[in-house]
């Protein structure tokens, strides 16, 4: 993303260049504050959503509430 990009946001890539970059250093940065994390990262799924559905309802199915 360059930018030109309709979609850029300046200083969106200081916490890393890609979404697992920043989905990472957003992480870090919960741990270090006493937030627990729980990141499922699911090689290939990119922004398919009916492929990370099982991740979803697992995640559902361990909350409490």
């Not at 006493?34 to 697992?58: E, K, Q």
């Amino acid at each position: 993303m360059t930018e030109k990009d309709p979609l850029w946001i300046e200083g969106a890539d200081a916490a890393g260049a890609t979404r697992l970059d920043r989905i990472q250093s957003l992480r870090r940065s919960c741990e270090a504050a006493g937030i627990p994390v729980r990141l499922d990262v699911v090689p290939g799924a990119a922004h398919n959503g009916f492929d990370v559905l099982g991740h979803v309802r697992d995640f559902f199915a361990n909350v409490e509430g």
